[in-house]
Nanobody, 119 residues
Framework: QVQLVESGGGLVQAGGSLRLSCAAS????????MGWFRQAPGKEREFVAR????????YYTDSVKGRFTVSRDNAKNTVSLQMNSLKPEDTAVYYC????????????WGQGTQVTVSS
């Protein structure tokens, strides 16, 4: 079965950095767009970043542009999110997700990893 397993979350001070990783198994990784989402307490889950399957093009929500970088390694079936200049408002549970190239929505989700940014 398909599994997406996130790692790398933790507690960091404002201005610090964290690198999240997501290991995928049970799917043809190179055929999937990979996305990162987050959900803060009391808020809806929101899109953070995406990297396409075809050409590695990246997309970001405005609030993280210039601070976060999404990347993928198709040989290792992993996707990463490098987060720099973290702010307290980045505090959330971060999820990775996979969307097949022929799908209009994300097909698979990880269990999430907590990121807490202290002021």
């Amino acid at each position: 079965q398909v599994q997406l397993v996130e790692s790398g979350g933790g507690l960091v001070q404002a201005g610090g950095s964290l690198r999240l990783s997501c290991a995928a198994s049970g799917l043809t990784f190179s055929s999937y767009d990979m996305g990162w989402f987050r959900q803060a307490p009391g808020k809806e889950r929101e899109f953070v970043a995406r990297i396409t399957w075809s050409d590695g093009r990246t997309y970001y929500t405005d609030s993280v542009k210039g601070r976060f970088t999404v990347s993928r390694d198709n040989a290792k079936n992993t996707v990463s999110l490098q987060m720099n200049s973290l702010k307290p408002e980045d505090t959330a549970v971060y999820y990775c997700a996979a969307k097949h190239s022929l799908s209009g929505s994300y097909n698979y989700w990880g269990q999430g990893t907590q990121v807490t940014v202290s002021s």
